[in-house]
Every structure is written in structure tokens, then in C-alpha cells.
């Protein structure tokens, strides 16, 4: 069960140009898990169950930074090869924010999303 609390990001809407393309890259980058709500959308679960969404059409991709989600990741530079491989762009490279280990890319509708490193 998530944690409930006063305050927290619960629940995201993804601009999306092909739901299930989008969706594929989150679980095939990030490792969210997908499912079907009673209405046929296509939803998500973080990969901590924690934060869930669905995807939308119809919506500009957020594509400047504005208000910017950062993914935390186990490794920036392998989640920056997977981004790649599976349908996104390198942005910003890591080394930007140093010291913080960090980079942005977009996923296949042009969102920028920001990845973040824990330091070991």
C-alpha cells in the first residue's frame, strides 16, 4: 500500500502522442508497472508503488523546464542508455548539476524528465 499523508505527490498525467509507446518506455526504463483501469486507460505504478498516473493525448509534451519530475535512478549513465534505446534523447548531460548526478532526457513525446543519482 502507498503511503497516504497530506502533501504527497500521489498521481501524474503524461502527455503522450502513442499511449502504448509511451508506456513501454516507463516500464522499460524505469521499471513502473502498467495495467488497465476500469475505463480501458492505460495507467502506471511507479517502480516503489508509490506515485501513480496514466498517460494523456491531447496535451503539449512538457517539453522546457518548468515544473521538472526528476526519476530516481540506480545509475544516470545505464538509465541514459536505456532512455536512448528505447525511444528517448539526451538533453542534458550528467556533469550539469555537479556534484549532484544528474542528467535530463525526454521520452518518445518530447517530455523532459530529470534523472537523478542517490551518491554511494
Same mark, same amino acid.
Given at each position: 500500500?502507498?503511503? %497516504?499523508?497530506?502533501?504527497?505527490?500521489?498521481? #501524474?498525467?503524461? /502527455?503522450?502522442?502513442?499511449? !502504448?509507446?509511451?508506456?513501454e518506455?516507463?516500464? +522499460?526504463?524505469?521499471?513502473?508497472? %502498467?495495467?488497465?483501469?476500469?475505463? @480501458?486507460?492505460?495507467?502506471?505504478?511507479?517502480?516503489?508503488?508509490?506515485?501513480?498516473?496514466?498517460?494523456?493525448? @491531447?496535451? /503539449?509534451?512538457?517539453?522546457? +523546464?518548468? #515544473? %521538472?519530475?526528476y526519476?530516481?535512478? *540506480?545509475?544516470? !549513465? *545505464?538509465?541514459?542508455?536505456a532512455?536512448? !534505446?528505447? @525511444?528517448?534523447? #539526451?538533453?542534458? /548531460?550528467? @556533469?550539469? *548539476?555537479?556534484?549532484?548526478?544528474? !542528467?535530463?532526457?525526454? *521520452? /518518445? +513525446?518530447?517530455? %523532459?524528465?530529470? #534523472?537523478?543519482?542517490?551518491? +554511494?
Amino acid at each position: 500500500m502507498p503511503t %497516504l499523508g497530506n502533501g504527497k505527490i500521489c498521481y #501524474l498525467e503524461i /502527455p503522450a502522442v502513442r499511449v !502504448a509507446e509511451s508506456a513501454e518506455f516507463y516500464r +522499460a526504463v524505469f521499471g513502473w508497472r %502498467l495495467r488497465t483501469r476500469q475505463d @480501458g486507460a492505460t495507467a502506471f505504478d511507479d517502480a516503489t508503488g508509490e506515485v501513480s498516473g496514466t498517460w494523456v493525448t @491531447g496535451r /503539449p509534451p512538457s517539453t522546457r +523546464a518548468g #515544473l %521538472l519530475v526528476y526519476v530516481m535512478v *540506480d545509475s544516470v !549513465a *545505464d538509465t541514459i542508455e536505456a532512455v536512448v !534505446a528505447h @525511444g528517448g534523447r #539526451l538533453v542534458q /548531460p550528467i @556533469g550539469a *548539476d555537479a556534484p549532484e548526478i544528474t !542528467a535530463r532526457c525526454t *521520452d /518518445p +513525446a518530447g517530455n %523532459l524528465i530529470g #534523472l537523478y543519482q542517490e551518491p +554511494a
